[in-house]
């Protein structure tokens, strides 16, 4: 079988990938990135819900980056 890509490279790219995702979420949080085209739009109408949320997404983020 032939390889595409090193399991080094596979592990920086998915190392980015994650660093991305948690960037994205702090952007998010500090309302660069409107809230209101991220979560499917269901954050739009209840501002509560956003920090409990996004704490969550960060924390299964540096989660599955730790695994």
Same mark, same amino acid.
């Given at each position: 079988? $032939? $390889?595409? %890509?090193?399991? #080094?490279? =596979?592990? $920086?790219?998915? @190392?980015? =990938?994650?660093?991305?995702?948690?960037? @994205?979420?702090? @952007?998010?949080?500090?309302?660069?990135?409107?809230? #209101?085209? %991220?979560?499917?739009?269901?954050?739009?109408?209840?501002?509560?819900?956003?920090?409990? %949320?996004?704490?969550? =997404?960060?924390?299964?983020?540096?989660?599955? #980056?730790?695994?």
């Amino acid at each position: 079988m $032939k $390889k595409i %890509v090193s399991f #080094n490279l =596979a592990g $920086k790219i998915l @190392l980015g =990938a994650f660093f991305l995702m948690l960037v @994205l979420h702090v @952007l998010i949080l500090s309302q660069v990135v409107p809230e #209101n085209i %991220v979560w499917g739009g269901q954050i739009n109408d209840d501002q509560s819900n956003l920090l409990p %949320v996004e704490i969550i =997404a960060i924390s299964i983020t540096l989660i599955f #980056n730790n695994l």
